[in-house]
């Protein structure tokens, strides 16, 4: 069973678009995590949230816990921002994650 | 900056041959996590430490062993390395009073090569 599932797995997109990517989980949560990998990379986090909206330049996200349910979004695209995208969530000190989103921005 | 560090980055080994990763951290954190990342499967805990000596089992142990000598340390063993642990590895760590609010921090990986 995953208890956090992610979507969509891949997605392409022309640079500018306005892009959503979104996660699910099913165990109660202190916090929930957005990761970011570039390709042959580390991984970074971007946010950490545990309620409401969190943006960062371009980049926002927003978490509805009666829902369970969490959204990354990323305006005016480029292609920098091509990457994995991970939704992880912290139940006290056990973390779980999900496979990952794989975006790919077009010039 | 904070710092966790993998020795390789990129890593070719032979069939049956011992395979050690090191991880090592700047951030005298307590908890220290070893995952391996494949393609659709995302990121699976191996081994975690949340002590100098300590280590318990994560969701895929088996092939593995670690080692936890010194607080800034975690070492992941691959006794006799076999071609389904091509993976890219990862260390990560943390400190129980950070685990709500800034959740982990990730090395930048070891893609092994088992061929």
């Known amino acids: 069973k995953n208890e956090v599932e992610q979507s969509p797995q891949n997605l392409t997109a022309q640079e500018g678009e306005f892009i959503t990517i979104n996660c699910s989980y099913s165990v109660g949560i202190s916090a929930l995590h957005w990761l970011q990998q570039h390709p042959g990379g580390g991984i970074v986090s971007l946010f950490m949230?545990?309620?409401g909206k969190k943006k960062h330049g371009r980049l926002i996200a927003t978490i509805n816990i009666q829902e369970k349910h969490s959204s990354l979004h990323i305006t005016a695209s480029h292609p920098r921002d091509s990457a994995v995208y991970i939704c992880?969530?912290?139940?006290?000190?056990?973390?779980?994650f999900g496979t990952g989103t794989s975006l790919t921005v077009i010039p | 900056d904070v710092k966790v560090t993998q020795s390789s980055r990129y890593l070719v080994k032979r069939t049956g041959e011992k395979v050690f990763l090191e991880c090592v951290q700047d951030?005298?954190?307590?908890?220290m996590f070893w995952y391996r990342q494949d393609p659709g499967l995302g990121l699976r805990l191996i081994y975690f430490?949340?002590?100098?000596?300590?280590?318990e089992k994560g969701d895929i142990p088996e092939g593995y062993s670690v080692s936890r000598e010194k607080k800034e340390r975690f070492s992941l063993i691959l006794e006799s390395a076999s071609t389904n642990q091509t993976s890219m590895y990862l260390c990560?760590?943390?400190?129980?009073?950070?685990?709500?609010?800034?959740?982990?921090?990730f090395g930048s990986g070891t893609r092994l090569t088992v061929v």
């Open positions: 992880a969530v912290s139940t006290g000190n056990q973390f779980y």
């Open positions: 990560a760590s943390n400190s129980p009073s950070w685990t709500v609010r800034y959740g982990y921090t």
């Open positions: 949230l545990s309620s």
């Open positions: 951030m005298d954190h307590e908890n």
């Open positions: 430490s949340y002590d100098v000596k300590m280590k």
